[in-house]
Structure formats: structure tokens, C-alpha cells
């Protein structure tokens, strides 16, 4: 699930930082300097880090873009994206970015709800801290893969301050009891984050599946799919899509032909246009 790293092209010590900015006034403001904060915890894991990107002459109304590693929950890391953070920041330069760490689930340990709770958990604490780094409340989730799925899975169950105003999903998961039914390679893959078969806890497997939060309350999304990935099924971002319509919930399933799991070229270029335009018209 590593493919999706170049993607990111698209969207263009130990204890949290409580330092505040220099109190400036409202005329001021927009003299506030560039601030770069590395590697702060959001929890006492080691793993429990993120990254925060705050641009110049920002205001309490900047926005900021969260974004979500994957790696099937059991790999990956926030360093798999530190290289396009540059290129995000020049396509998105009105936005502050957060680029976040979560537990992976290991040898039995830090199994399901981890991931989602570490998801929360960060989010809550940037959040904490708006006022001190002069930033709007308000979020776009980006997930790509295992990181969609806890994107969606935080957007749809987890907000209820609705701070989340849009999701970018790039061939997350939705579903899980459903994925576990097309064959024993997804079997274990789930069984290895759960701990658990489906028969044994069927709790836990729609407890985290983004597509069973929906409701007419959840935000704008923008889903990402190519037709012959062979990692995240197609029909898991079909199975979403037909969720949202049915509770009339803004959305566009964008799905490329003969892509799997991740694209380059004009898709991408395509991609990366769908993405402005999505926000543009839903993040006010």
C-alpha cells in the first residue's frame, strides 16, 4: 500500500508545542512567519507524533489539511510523505498541513481501535491549539489507502464539533465485513490489525468500517479510485458512493480506468485539477 506516496504530488520534544505566537493584532496578522514543528507528541507512544506545517501571514481563518499515511495499518509512516510537503504547501499555500504518525498494529499488539483512536487523538490536539498557532478549527482530511479509511472512519464517526469540512480519499477501505468475504489474503490482513475473524467479533469489523457511519450530516467526499487495483477493491469505493447518495451527502467518485493502486500522468494531472475544484466549492 506504499504506491500511494507520490500521490501526495496531488494536494500540491516529547510533549505537544503549547508555545504561543507573539499575540499579534488583527493588522498584524498577516506579518506572522513560516513555523515548522517536528516530530511533536500528541500522546506517550513513540509512535504518537506529527508534523506541523504552519505558513506565513496566516489568520484565524487558515485552514489546515491533515494528512494520513497507509501501509495496511501494520507499515508506513508520516516520513513516507515529508518529501512532497513542499510541493503541497506551493499548490495549497492558504492552507497549514499536519502530517500525522499512528500506532501500527504488530505482533498482536495495538490492534483495532488504535489507529482510529491515535487518528482522534491528534486531531484533538492540534485542535487544542488553534488559537496559539492562529489557525481556523476547520480541516480537510486526506487520506491515501489505510489512512483514507481512518480519514472517512474519523470524518464520519469521530467529528462531532464537525471541524472536518471535506475528505480526499485516495482507495481507502470502507467496508470491512465485505472485504473480509472476497478472499483468505484479506482474511488475514484484517484478522493480523483485529485480532479477530469476522465470526468472532463481528463488532469490531463494522465498528470500523467508514460506510456504516454515514449519515446526512457527513462532509463532502471526494473519492479516488482506479478500476483494476488489485490491493483495494473497486467495489469498496462503489460501496461508499452508494452510501452517500443515499443520504444525499456531496460527493464525486472519480474512477480511472485501468488504474490500480495509484497513477501517474494525466490521471494524476486529472486527479490533482478534481481535487481544487472539490475544494473550492465545499471548503468555504
Known sequence: MKK???????????????????????????YLPERNIIDTAYGSNGQQKMDIYLPASRTKTTKTIVLIHGGGWTEGSKSDLTSSIPEIQKQFPGYAVININYRLAKDGNDLFPSQEND?????????????????????VLAGFSAGAHLALLHAYKNDPDKNVKAV???????????????????????????????????????????????????????????????????????????????????????MYPGEGHGWTGNNLLDSYEKIKIFLKEYVK
Open 168 to 254: 480526499v480519499d485516495f482507495f481507502g477501505p470502507t467496508e470491512l465485513p465485505a472485504l473480509w468475504n472476497i478472499n483468505i489474503l484479506y482474511q488475514l490482513l484484517l484478522y493480523n490489525v483485529t485480532g479477530k475473524t469476522y465470526d468472532q467479533d463481528p463488532a469490531i469489523y463494522k465498528n470500523s468500517s467508514p460506510a456504516n457511519f454515514v449519515s446526512a450530516q457527513s462532509p463532502p467526499t471526494l473519492i479516488l479510485q482506479g478500476d483494476a487495483d488489485p490491493t483495494v477493491p473497486p467495489s469498496q469505493s462503489i460501496l461508499l458512493s452508494d452510501s452517500l447518495t443515499k443520504y444525499n451527502v456531496a460527493h464525486q467518485l472519480v
Open 119 to 139: 487518528t482522534k487523538s491528534a486531531i484533538a490536539a492540534y485542535l487544542q491549539h488553534t488559537d496559539d498557532f492562529v489557525v481556523s478549527k476547520d480541516i
Open 4 to 30: 500511494y506516496a507520490f500521490l501526495l504530488l496531488l494536494l500540491a520534544s516529547g510533549i505537544f508545542s503549547c508555545q504561543k505566537e507573539n499575540n499579534p493584532g488583527e493588522d498584524d496578522q498577516q
